[in-house]
């Protein structure tokens, strides 16, 4: 696939268009980044595909996907809720609860 510029594509829009019917998709850039892609209306038809799906069939989401970790999870926080507000303090100043803050 191609990147042209504005100005080519408003210059050669004709040409460009054609071969985008063609199925030769192109993209236009302003200051050299990309900002569009054109392709044909039957872009399926000819080849051209979207990505979204494209592993469909080749993996499988566990059932009990929201729940894995859900102990580890648990324990973090629980962990965290224990943490006296000087340690608290210590990690907003950067440090490392029960760690020497002289040492750097």
Known sequence: M????????????SRL????????????????????????LDADEIGVHRRLGFMKGEIRVPDDFDQMGA???????QEHDSI???DDESRSEGG?????????
Do not use: C, Y
């Not at 102990?71 to 926080?77: A, K, Y």
């Not at 490392?96 to 750097?104: A, C, F, S």
């Open 17 to 40: 268009v054609d071969e985008a019917a063609r199925g030769e998709a192109f993209i236009i850039a302003k200051a050299g980044k990309p900002l569009v892609k054109v392709v044909p």
């Open 2 to 13: 191609h990147i042209v510029n504005i100005h080519e594509a408003k210059t050669h829009l």
């Open 84 to 86: 006296s507000p000087e």
């Open 71 to 77: 102990e580890t999870v648990e324990r973090l926080f």
């Open 96 to 104: 490392i609860p029960g760690r020497d803050q002289g040492k750097r």
